[in-house]
């Protein structure tokens, strides 16, 4: 492996670790807010309420596992630009298996929700994908790619569980 990328790699592995213990601690606390509201999200199942609770802990668990990834030591160039395209297009599959776009289209949400369900997922990890191919051809800029998706990508995930707590809330006093 080349040397000066190696180095690259270390220079930010404070950050992937940071970023690592936010997804991991963020993912608990999603755990929590479901836990708020158990009934809510089980009796609502045709109103696609888990479209819209399991795509946040995916994004928390995305931004640990590729923190993970990054802070392996040793690990090429050639299998983080791999492993990065592989769990991109898998994401990107993934939000096309939920449906989002479908919830969101049936239940008449505005469109800062579709922005933020939908649309900025998607940027992540199309950004996440390109960051991987950038991985492959050892380009520099592709670690700065890789923060920028996992940071946006917490970001969405805190958004979307905080919109959450306000809907279980209300369905509570219903």
């Not at 668990?61 to 991109?88: D, Q």
């Not at 991987?132 to 958004?159: D, E, N, P, T």
Request: contains cysteine; glycine residues 8%.
């Amino acid at each position: 492996m080349h040397e000066g990328w190696v180095h690259q790699l270390e220079t930010w592995r404070e950050f992937y670790l940071l970023i690592g213990t936010a997804g991991l601690t963020l993912t608990g606390l999603l755990f929590v807010v479901v836990s708020l509201g158990p009934h809510v999200v089980a009796d609502h199942q045709a109103t696609g309420v888990r479209a819209f609770v399991s795509p946040n802990a995916v994004y928390f668990s995305t931004a640990l596992v590729v923190a993970a990834v990054l802070i392996v030591p040793n690990l090429s160039a050639v299998v983080i630009g791999a492993f990065l395209c592989v769990g991109a297009l898998a994401s990107l599959g993934y939000l096309a298996y939920t449906k989002v776009h479908q919830q969101w289209r049936r239940n008449n949400l505005p469109v800062m929700d579709w922005i933020w369900f939908v649309g900025l997922p998607i940027v992540s990890y199309v950004l996440l994908l390109f960051s991987g191919v950038g991985f492959l051809f050892q380009v520099g800029l592709s670690m700065h790619g890789v923060a920028v998706a996992l940071i946006l990508l917490l970001v969405i995930g805190i958004r979307n569980a905080w919109d959450l707590v306000i809907w279980i809330a209300q369905q509570e006093r219903k």
